[in-house]
T-cell receptor, first 113, second 110 residues
Framework: NAGVTQTPKFQVLKTGQSMTLQCAQD?????MYWYRQDPGMGLRLIYY???????DKGEVPNGYNVSRLNKREFSLRLESAAPSQTSVYFC????????????FGSGTRLTVV | TQLLEQSPQFLSIQEGENLTVYCNSSSVFSSLQWYRQEPGEGPVLLVT?????EVKKLKRLTFQFGDARKDSSLHITAAQPGDTGLYLC??????????FGTGTRLKVLA
């Protein structure tokens, strides 16, 4: 039972390059999320999707776009990477609103040079 | 950025000792979760507490939700090296909206 799968695990980008982080869950969850984790800042919500076909901004959406491709997959795109986007990115999923907690993926460590 | 205050930030103890981690906020939460995160991995859900005053036990870990649903504690009895990790609390303020704590980094020495 894979849970939430993220790819890639590590990535180095040059400033201005673009890339897409992939996320897939096999738990039939309706809701999916993208977070970034930075030292001293905790986990911060970038975007979320409450159900297939819907997406909403979180706390730090600038510089990112998302696509809820189907119920299983939720991708995060950086159109023009900046050093401030160096972070560890986590995808998560939950039943409905997340009231009982999330299942997280293992993360993508992104460095923008 | 709203954050939950966790204390202590760092804790290094000997195997067999007891410890308590605290999570405090001025916000009222509809539910609160505790997660443990190991290096290179995502947070793993340990428990969800919902009712003010609720106490839940998971083997040697005891979780308590404050009566006013603004704070929580995690107590570990007879800590073991396998308990080493980053402990995060997260409070639900709205559907799909959490506030995460900055974490308590625990190291248990054998």
């Amino acid at each position: 039972n894979a849970g939430v799968t993220q790819t890639p695990k590590f990535q180095v980008l040059k400033t201005g390059q673009s890339m897409t982080l992939q996320c897939a869950q096999d738990m039939n969850h309706n809701s999916m999320y993208w977070y970034r984790q930075d030292p001293g800042m905790g986990l911060r919500l970038i975007y979320y999707s409450a159900s297939e076909g819907t997406t909403d901004k979180g706390e730090v959406p600038n510089g990112y776009n998302v696509s809820r491709l189907n119920k299983r997959e939720f991708s995060l795109r950086l159109e023009s990477a900046a050093p401030s986007q160096t972070s560890v990115y986590f995808c998560a999923s939950s039943e409905e609103t997340g009231f009982y907690g999330y299942t997280f993926g293992s993360g993508t460590r992104l460095t923008v040079v | 950025t709203q954050l939950l205050e966790q204390s202590p930030q760092f804790l290094s103890i000997q195997e067999g000792e007891n410890l308590t981690v605290y999570c405090n906020s001025s916000s009222v939460f509809s539910s609160l979760q505790w997660y443990r995160q190991e290096p290179g991995e995502g947070p793993v859900l340990l428990v969800t507490v919902v009712t003010g005053g609720e106490v839940k036990k998971l083997k040697r870990l005891t979780f308590q939700f404050g009566d006013a649903r603004k704070d929580s504690s995690l107590h570990i009895t007879a800590a073991q090296p396998g308990d080493t990790g980053l402990y995060l609390c997260a409070g639900v303020i709205l559907p799909h909206k959490y506030i995460f704590g900055t974490g308590t980094r625990l190291k248990v020495l054998a």
